[in-house]
């Protein structure tokens, strides 16, 4: 109970926010599901400190409005906003967004996977995911495997980025969530195959999918470490904005995204913590491989039997984390 209430009522004032985050001038940043919500508000703090962002998303409609505010509320800013197509449930989708991105650009400062669904219906499968009969429940190829496939393409220019770049200051941040308390043991269910277990439970997928990141963000991390990049994942926060919009129960229905908004902060409030996860100077290589960020900017904890996923079996741990990244490579081997 304690930890909940430390990330959802009594949370520490934001350290980094559009006050105090200095110049990024130079940098060149990708955020996906940046034309709402907390993408939204990131983008716009980013662009106003003179960042090139690129706003990954499926609507070009979408983002290309959310470009036209951002541009319109800071005209002096001497930063860029460029639209990228993605569509995170096709993984084909990922890696020509991955080759769009190569084509333009010499550097990637900053990757925040902050794109997600929650509690999608249970018959809306990701049939756009590759091989089209793969069954892959929407959450898992959206807050997963798409973001995981993202990261492994692009993670060459990171590690070209860091050898220019100040130590620690190259990173990649994988949204997580308060929710991954309701995750089933150890994070996510592995099976005798190696596969994660995903059921019709629409909310036990969805923590399952939170948790998965936790556990890529350090596994992924180990093996970036020696690049000098940084990978580490984050609760943005309990935010209002559409993301529980498909959330109802039998007897209350939508009753349920009402009383949650009462607890809820604005969405510029998960940017702050998004800001952290990516550019506090705390942060550092040597110390926070797979760390997992709390709102709105600190670094918190993880359940005892998820930091127990992170840990090889040699380390005494049980490698659910290894276990996962080896299925999500061999699920996206066609697509590297």
């Given at each position: 109970?304690?930890?909940?209430?430390?990330?959802?009522?009594?949370?520490?004032?934001?350290?980094?926010?559009?006050?105090?985050v200095g110049?990024?001038?130079?940098?060149?940043?990708?955020?996906?599901?940046?034309?709402?919500?907390?993408?939204?508000?990131?983008?716009?703090?980013?662009?106003?400190?003179n960042?090139k962002?690129y706003?990954?998303?499926?609507?070009?409609?979408?983002?290309?409005?959310?470009?036209?505010?951002i541009?319109?509320?800071?005209?002096?800013?001497?930063?860029?906003?460029?639209?990228?197509?993605?569509?995170?449930?096709d993984?084909?989708?990922?890696?020509?967004?991955?080759?769009?991105?190569?084509?333009?650009?010499?550097?990637l400062?900053?990757?925040?996977?902050?794109a997600g669904?929650?509690?999608?219906?249970?018959?809306?499968?990701?049939?756009?995911v590759?091989?089209?009969?793969?069954?892959?429940?929407?959450q898992l190829?959206?807050?997963?495997?798409?973001?995981?496939l993202l990261?492994?393409?692009?993670?060459?220019?990171?590690?070209?980025?860091?050898?220019?770049?100040?130590l620690n200051?190259?990173?990649?941040?994988?949204?997580?969530?308060?929710?991954?308390?309701l995750?089933?043991?150890?994070?996510?269910?592995?099976?005798?195959?190696?596969?994660?277990?995903?059921?019709?439970?629409r909310?036990?997928?969805?923590c399952a999918?939170?948790?998965?990141?936790?556990l890529?963000?350090?596994?992924?991390?180990k093996?970036?470490?020696?690049?000098?990049?940084?990978?580490i994942?984050?609760?943005?926060?309990n935010?209002n904005?559409?993301?529980?919009?498909?959330?109802t129960?039998?007897?209350l229905?939508?009753?349920v995204?009402?009383?949650?908004?009462?607890?809820?902060?604005?969405?510029?409030?998960?940017?702050?913590?998004?800001?952290?996860a990516g550019?506090?100077?705390?942060?550092?290589?040597e110390?926070?491989v797979?760390?997992?960020?709390?709102?709105?900017?600190?670094?918190?904890?993880?359940?005892?039997?998820i930091?127990?996923?992170?840990?090889?079996?040699?380390?005494?741990?049980?490698?659910?984390?290894?276990?996962?990244?080896?299925?999500?490579?061999?699920?996206?081997?066609?697509?590297?």
């Open positions: 109970m304690g930890k909940s209430w430390s990330q959802s009522v009594w949370i520490p004032s934001p350290q980094i926010t559009e006050k105090n110049s990024q001038g130079g940098k060149v940043f990708v955020i996906t599901g940046a034309n709402s919500g907390v993408g939204f508000e990131l983008a716009r703090i980013l662009y106003a400190a960042a962002i706003l990954a998303g499926r609507s070009e409609k979408r983002v290309l409005e959310a470009i036209r505010l541009r319109d509320e800071t005209p002096l800013s001497q930063g860029d906003l460029v639209w990228l197509p993605l569509d995170l449930s993984l084909a989708s990922v890696k020509m967004a991955a080759e769009e991105f190569l084509s333009k650009e010499e550097r400062d900053i990757l925040w996977n902050n669904v929650m509690c999608t219906p249970t018959t809306d499968k990701s049939e756009q590759n091989p089209p009969d793969s069954g892959y429940d929407l190829g959206t807050n997963v495997l798409g973001p995981y990261t492994k393409l692009l993670y060459p220019i990171m590690e070209k980025t860091a050898r220019i770049s100040p200051s190259v990173r990649i941040c994988w949204a997580s969530s308060i929710t991954i308390e995750a089933p043991h150890g994070g996510v269910k592995i099976d005798d195959s190696g596969s994660p277990i995903f059921t019709n439970d909310l036990t997928n969805y999918s939170k948790a998965a990141n936790n890529l963000a350090s596994e992924f991390g093996k970036c470490r020696r690049g000098n990049v940084l990978s994942a984050f609760n943005p926060g935010l904005t559409g993301l529980t919009r498909y959330m129960m039998p007897i229905g939508s009753i995204p009402r009383l949650m908004s009462l607890v809820m902060w604005p969405a510029r409030y998960g940017a702050y913590t998004e800001l952290y550019l506090s100077p705390d942060l550092t290589i110390k926070h797979g760390a997992f960020i709390w709102p709105w900017g600190h670094v918190g904890y993880l359940r005892p039997d930091e127990d996923s992170l840990r090889s079996q040699e380390e005494g741990g049980s490698g659910k984390a290894a276990q996962l990244l080896t299925w999500c490579d061999r699920e996206v081997k066609n697509f590297t």
